[in-house]
């Protein structure tokens, strides 16, 4: 994991990439796309999480078996008297995806941003371009079989 330290203290980003392992018959009762929704869509407790947006699509052009996510929310903070004024913002995009030679063997790659106090200055980061460049990194090598 990466954490990028900013001069704006309400602001972070990090990235992650997991390496993934599954069972050779995980889709067979569901395809690729319902299997990351269910395991990447959180359930978000409603009481500390609100104006949650989940976004998948389909990524082809790495594998047969590659989505890119997006998850946008609202951290109220714990407790029960939330200060509304005062959220953070959440934002995780990434890609989840199974090498195209084996598909039990895939990663989990992402980056999320966190600005306290809203959304209203998320769009001004420079940062973005960052995670967006780690995510465009991801290049599957042909596997070696011998």
Do not use: W
């Given at each position: 994991?990466?954490?990028?330290?900013?001069?704006?203290?309400?602001?972070?980003?990090?990235?992650?990439?997991?390496?993934?392992?599954?069972a050779a018959d995980t889709?067979?009762?569901?395809?690729?796309?319902?299997?990351?929704?269910?395991?990447?869509?959180?359930?978000?407790?409603?009481?500390?999480?609100?104006?949650?947006?989940?976004?998948?699509?389909?990524?082809?052009?790495?594998?047969?078996?590659?989505?890119?996510?997006?998850?946008?929310?609202?951290?109220?903070?714990?407790?029960?008297?939330?200060?509304?004024?005062?959220?953070?913002?959440?934002?995780?995009?990434?890609?989840?995806?199974?090498?195209?030679?084996?598909?039990?063997?895939?990663?989990?790659i992402f980056y999320m941003?966190?600005?306290?106090?809203?959304?209203?200055?998320?769009?001004?980061?420079?940062?973005?371009?960052?995670?967006?460049?780690?995510?465009?990194?991801?290049?599957?090598?042909?596997?070696?079989?011998?």
């Amino acid at each position: 994991m990466y954490v990028k330290k900013t001069e704006d203290k309400n602001y972070f980003i990090y990235t992650k990439a997991t390496e993934i392992h599954l069972a050779a018959d995980t889709f067979k009762t569901t395809d690729f796309m319902e299997y990351v929704r269910d395991i990447k869509e959180l359930a978000l407790d409603s009481a500390r999480y609100k104006n949650v947006i989940f976004e998948l699509d389909p990524e082809r052009s790495l594998s047969p078996n590659c989505a890119r996510y997006t998850l946008k929310y609202e951290d109220l903070g714990p407790g029960s008297t939330h200060d509304v004024s005062t959220f953070a913002a959440l934002e995780n995009s990434g890609l989840y995806c199974m090498h195209p030679d084996t598909p039990g063997i895939g990663i989990d790659i992402f980056y999320m941003e966190r600005r306290e106090k809203g959304f209203r200055e998320m769009e001004q980061t420079t940062y973005r371009r960052e995670g967006q460049q780690f995510l465009e990194g991801l290049e599957f090598q042909q596997l070696n079989r011998s």
